[in-house]
């Protein structure tokens, strides 16, 4: 019964959305339904609803007002706006106001120290004056590894340090904690939002992998005790890294992911996706900067479901088919262009870059192409065009924007946009908390008389925000996330 209303609400939306402009595809469609035909009601009526849906909010409203559940939409909007001239909700902009795109950058935790990580971060997302110049401002988290079973040669940072000093939770593979209390600390403060698989096992022979299932139960224990949420995952390195997931079957490149395979004894998804993975990237390729949704379904072969995600990884393809990489800080320039910042603002459309910003021995760690690139998108953020955030908040906001089942009631003078849910078509249907829909924002013809709802709650003073008009309607939010330029940069006895 209700599925069948969303899909009407669908159709709805689309329509509306191709009206004010706020591009999207089907998929992206799915939302509430009365932004179109406006509910009318009463104060309370909307108080004392415990309904579910908007249409039965709407036939209580026209009994009282009308003495039939059978009169339309457009009678009942003229009726009262030619007595209450209240103000008209018309439905949501895709971003937060004043922006036209959302970015963020995802970058591997590969070859990372303590001392690359600092300086990368003390750069991106503080203010200060750092050893790359002027703070950028910018919401950034990385990515981590828990273990380091990799016996690749080569140096992880200046001064020949070796392999077995890249920034990882334990040391090596065992039990012993390494970088744990860093790694705790930026996950606590934003700085970490991204579990680059439980570690970094790749070696020289690609078919051997010192990861093990125990391993991911030492580590899933480790994080639950340290109160550490993660809900991001990204896949990593060469065919020993038997942990990766999300694209088993895919291709016979793939089978070397045995991590949701139950019969495997590198399974471990029946641990980690109820930990609180609910978005993989399964090591695939784009070459698309940006796209109208991230996210797409992942059934994996264990049954579970998560949301897969894309990244930007390369620039195209070989004629042989194979990526063309661009995801090193030397080709950071190549990836954040102005014809790309343009391209995200003109269709509206999230992107999100991947990267290996520690990843090379440069003294510096980034060159100066790349401090360059980065100073351009944070021209783009402070100049109110283009959100750069985390990861973890694109793929949080791009399920609530694309799947928010929201009604709209009238009474008194006011509009209330009731938001009744996420029809999470992956995690399944669930009411939010402010954290989950923070950005969201409708189109409204008086901000200032239109109330922002949970369900028939209202939502606390201090998360709304009134807009003015973008050229297309002046707009009520949810607020975004606030900035947060602290330093939290440490060091740690030991840890390179
Ligand atoms: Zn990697």
Redesign the pocket.
């Known amino acids: 019964m209700q599925r069948t209303k969303w899909v009407v609400a669908s159709m709805s939306l689309g329509l509306l959305l191709a009206a004010t402009g706020c591009a999207t595809d089907t998929a992206a469609d799915r939302a509430g339904e009365a932004d179109i035909h406006p509910k009318v009601s009463t104060v309370s009526d909307v108080a004392n609803s415990t309904e579910t849906t908007g249409d039965e909010t709407h036939a209580t409203a026209a009994t009282q007002q009308g003495g039939s559940t059978a009169s339309s939409s457009a009678d009942e909007q003229t009726m009262l706006y030619n007595t209450h001239k209240p103000p008209q909700v018309y439905g949501m902009r895709k971003f937060p106001y004043p922006y036209q795109a959302m970015l963020a950058i995802s970058s591997?935790?590969?070859s990372e120290t303590l001392r690359k990580f600092n300086l990368v971060h003390e750069f991106i997302n503080t203010t200060q004056m750092t050893p790359l110049g002027r703070g950028l401002g910018l919401d950034f988290a990385d990515s981590f590894f828990m273990y380091n079973g990799n016996n690749e040669p080569g140096y992880v940072d200046i001064n020949h340090e070796p392999m077995a000093d890249e920034l990882s939770y334990f040391k090596g593979v065992s039990d012993k904690p390494y970088a744990a209390s860093i790694i705790n600390h930026y996950i606590h403060v934003g700085w970490i939002d991204t579990m680059?698989?439980y570690g970094?096992f790749s070696r020289v022979n690609p078919h051997q992998t010192l990861f093990t299932r125990q391993l991911a139960e030492q580590a899933i224990e480790a994080l639950k005790a340290n109160g550490d949420v993660i809900t991001v995952w990204?896949?990593?390195?060469n065919k020993s890294n038997v942990d990766n997931f999300g694209n088993y079957g895919k291709s016979t490149f793939y089978s070397y992911q045995q991590g949701a395979n139950p019969w495997s004894k590198y399974y471990h998804t029946d641990l980690t996706i109820p930990y609180g993975i609910r978005f993989v990237w399964p090591d695939s390729s784009s070459d698309e900067f940006g796209m109208k949704s991230m996210i797409y379904p992942l059934m994996l072969p264990d049954g579970q479901r998560v949301w897969g995600f894309w990244r930007y990884t390369n620039v195209g393809y070989t004629k042989k088919g194979d990526p063309e990489w661009d995801w090193t800080p030397f080709n950071l320039d190549e990836q954040l262009t102005p014809a790309h910042f343009a391209q995200i603002e003109r269709e509206h459309e999230y992107s999100i870059v991947a990267q290996?910003l520690s990843g090379t021995n440069y003294p510096g760690v980034l060159p100066k192409s790349a401090v360059e690139a980065l100073r351009l998108l944070a021209a783009q953020y402070h100049e109110g065009k283009i959100l750069v955030t985390r990861t973890s908040r694109l793929l949080t906001y791009n399920v609530a924007q694309q799947y928010v089942w929201y009604d709209v009631t009238y009474g008194q003078g006011k509009a209330y946009i009731h938001i009744r849910a996420i029809l999470d078509p992956v995690f399944g249907k669930y009411v939010p908390t402010i954290d989950e829909i923070r950005g969201l924002t409708f189109y409204t013809s008086n901000p200032a008389e239109t109330v922002l709802e949970i369900g028939n709650t209202p939502i606390p003073a201090q998360f709304v925000q009134d807009n003015h008009s973008d050229g297309v309607h002046p707009s009520v939010a949810i607020t975004w996330w606030p900035v947060d330029t602290t330093n939290y940069a440490e060091t740690a006895p030991g840890v390179k």
């Open positions: 591997d935790a590969d680059h698989t970094d990204t896949d990593h390195g290996h």
